[in-house]
């Protein structure tokens, strides 16, 4: 009976994540909210978006903010195996060539574009990338993982 009970739970727990597919989770934002998140290419049926070495992937992010912003920086982590490793962008400053225009204000909502070129030097391995729009104080507006494989 024990097994049957446990057999059910994981079927249970299964058949919700066939129906859900790709789960963009909040992985700490302070003083915003996304309230949609868009990778090119992505399908979101799957529980992992496919990168593809030698390409460029869209990232957008819709977000609100709870207080008024003076600046935005983006940090972008790869996750693998437990282990932060930092990804370095061309440009982190957010204000500049993402669609946001600094300062921001928490009564309207946001759209942030930004372009992550996958380059073939990366490994073939699923990785969670940990996308983050920090403040001028260092705190998370919004942080956003995906689920992600580099193929």
Same mark, same amino acid.
């Given at each position: 009976?024990?097994?049957?009970?446990?057999?059910?739970l994981?079927?249970?727990?299964?058949?919700?994540?066939?129906?859900y597919?790709?789960?963009?989770t909040? $992985?700490?934002s302070k003083?915003?909210?996304?309230t949609?998140?868009?990778?090119?290419d992505?399908d979101?049926?799957?529980? /992992?978006?496919?990168?593809?070495? %030698?390409?460029?992937?869209?990232i957008?992010?819709?977000?609100?903010?709870?207080?008024?912003?003076?600046?935005?920086?983006t940090?972008?982590?790869?996750?693998?195996?437990?282990? %932060?490793?930092?990804?370095n962008?061309?440009?982190p400053?957010? $204000?500049?060539?993402?669609?946001?225009?600094?300062p921001?204000?928490k009564? /309207?909502?946001?759209?942030?574009?930004?372009?992550l070129?996958?380059?073939?030097?990366?490994?073939?391995?699923?990785?969670i990338?940990?996308? %983050?729009?920090?403040?001028?104080? /260092?705190?998370?507006?919004?942080?956003?993982?995906?689920?992600?494989?580099?193929q």
């Amino acid at each position: 009976m024990k097994q049957f009970v446990i057999f059910i739970l994981l079927w249970g727990l299964l058949a919700n994540c066939a129906v859900y597919g790709l789960q963009f989770t909040d $992985c700490g934002s302070k003083t915003g909210k996304f309230t949609n998140v868009y990778v090119s290419d992505c399908d979101t049926t799957k529980h /992992e978006c496919i990168l593809k070495r %030698e390409s460029n992937v869209t990232i957008v992010i819709d977000f609100t903010l709870a207080e008024n912003v003076n600046a935005v920086k983006t940090v972008v982590h790869g996750k693998v195996m437990g282990v %932060e490793m930092p990804f370095n962008l061309q440009n982190p400053d957010a $204000c500049i060539g993402s669609g946001l225009i600094c300062p921001l204000s928490k009564t /309207e909502t946001y759209v942030y574009t930004a372009v992550l070129p996958v380059l073939k030097a990366y490994p073939k391995v699923n990785v969670i990338v940990k996308w %983050e729009l920090k403040d001028e104080h /260092e705190d998370d507006i919004v942080c956003v993982e995906i689920p992600a494989k580099i193929q």
